[in-house]
């Protein structure tokens, strides 16, 4: 299996250009489904999930053609409404394929994606969602068996947690459904917007994406468009910690320095300058890292979830107790026993993690539980005395297109081993 190995402590310099968002380009592949014409995405990542739905793609007859980070599609003659188990339980988020296929065809049967690394990840919002709009599903042996006997029609959906995947579903199955969709309680998320923006392009009728209500009026078919995926804010939020947490300054190139506002005052409040420009930024670490006093994860324009095991190894580094409430997921602190075998000061009770800083980190093995916990592991790597092998890196290449070029390019110590 594949492995990283750090030298540290290590010292960041230069620029890194950020890759396109992984969320976006997912339910962006699965969104093409609903094309009777050509498709093409550029700045798509390229990860481990990217390839798995280009497959899940093909498997449903669609004409997929990659050349780095484009991607082509052809959605004209799909041959299938099914997702082979493999590939769904490969990718969790695969889910997002349901309301595209529904869309589609008026059929879809897929595998249960289930609980995974992060508790349990339940799909009821997008079923409930789905079933208002005519769909009529049964579960069977682990499998979804949906169908819309008479197609799928508007209704008034209000979600009782502003799902990113369930909003994402909905949009998908309601640009082409009878009728008009009022989604109330959506996801704000930046990548939201990047379906929204890309559906509309294509021919859908969406309206107040970004906001809290949606409304979406059925079209009768969508066209093809031509599409730039936006910069992964994840991605950014991780380089960002590295460069603070190994005291580097470092410019991150090609991001959207807006999608970031809920992570920049972090930043500051560790003492870091930032400077922003349209598309780039400039970090410039104190002498001292401060606390951070709390990080709550909360949905956007909250602080991100997928962003707190990278903060957090950032933390090991801060002058005093900085504060973590988890509040997405139940189960998001698999980091932090490995965070400890590294020599941070970690307390974990429920919800909430307390961090004392700062720590002199020694480099041993650890283990990636999961994509974001991973990269954690390499930021407190990049500032630990000695080498740190990073093991189970499949879940960071899940999120982070070869994260030891670019973190090499920066200047660290960082090699895949084989
Ligand atoms: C997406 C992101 C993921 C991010 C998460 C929260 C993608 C591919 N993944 O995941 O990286 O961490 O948003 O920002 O975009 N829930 C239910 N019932 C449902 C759906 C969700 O109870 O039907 C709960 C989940 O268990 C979780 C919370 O809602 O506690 C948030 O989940 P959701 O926003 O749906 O996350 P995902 O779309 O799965």
Redesign the pocket.
């Known amino acids: 299996m594949p492995r990283l190995k750090i030298a540290g402590p290590c010292r960041l310099q230069g620029e890194v250009s950020v890759q396109g968002a992984?969320?976006?380009a997912?339910?962006l592949l699965a969104a093409s489904i609903l094309c009777r014409e050509e498709c093409i995405l550029h700045n798509c990542p390229q990860l481990s999930?990217v390839r798995i739905s280009t497959e899940i793609l093909r498997k449903l007859g669609c004409r997929v053609l990659s050349e780095r980070d484009t991607i082509c599609i052809d959605a004209r003659e799909i041959s299938s409404f099914q997702i082979p188990d493999d590939l769904m339980r490969e990718m969790?988020?695969s889910?997002?394929f349901l309301g595209a296929i529904l869309g589609r065809t008026g059929c879809a049967v897929l595998g249960f994606p289930g609980g995974c690394e992060?508790?349990?990840?339940?799909?009821?919002?997008?079923?409930?969602a789905l079933r208002k709009m005519g769909a009529s599903i049964v579960e069977d042996h682990g499998r979804l068996l949906c169908e819309t006997p008479t197609g799928l029609h508007g209704a008034h959906i209000a979600l009782?947690?502003?799902?990113?995947?369930?909003?994402?579903n909905v949009l998908l199955a309601a640009s082409c459904a009878k009728g008009t969709t009022l989604l109330e309680n959506a996801?704000h998320?930046p990548?939201i917007c990047d379906l929204a923006d890309f559906l509309n392009s294509c021919g859908a009728n969406i309206r107040g994406a970004g906001g809290s209500t949606i409304e979406i009026e059925g079209v009768e078919q969508l066209g093809g468009c031509e599409h730039w995926v936006i910069p992964d804010r994840?991605a950014a939020a991780t380089f960002l910690a590295a460069g603070a947490a190994t005291y580097s300054t470092i410019t991150l190139r090609d991001i959207n320095p807006q999608h970031l506002a809920p992570i920049w005052p972090v930043f500051e409040e560790a003492g870091c300058d930032l400077t922003l420009f349209r598309d780039a930024a400039v970090l410039v670490p104190p002498k001292k890292l401060h606390r951070i006093k709390h990080i709550r994860?909360m949905?956007?324009p909250g602080f991100?979830?997928?962003a707190q095991a990278p903060l957090m190894a950032m933390t090991t580094q801060c002058q005093g107790t900085s504060m973590f409430v988890e509040n997405?997921?139940?189960s998001r602190y698999k980091h932090v026993g490995e965070l400890l075998r590294l020599g941070a000061h970690i307390r974990v009770d429920g919800r909430v993690a307390v961090v004392e800083g700062p720590s002199k980190l020694s480099g041993t093995t650890v283990e990636a539980a999961d994509?974001?916990g991973g990269a954690a592991l390499v930021v407190a790597g990049l500032a630990a005395f000695g080498e740190t092998i990073v093991e189970e890196i499949h879940h960071i290449d899940r999120?982070y297109e070869a994260i030891e070029r670019t973190l090499g390019d920066l200047g660290a110590q960082i090699r895949r081993l084989p």
């Open positions: 992984k969320n976006s997912l339910p999930d969790r988020s889910i997002i992060l508790g349990p990840r339940p799909i009821d919002l997008h079923l409930e009782s947690f502003p799902s990113v995947g369930a909003t994402e996801a998320e990548e994840i994860t949905p956007y991100p979830t997928d997405i997921f139940e994509l974001r999120g």
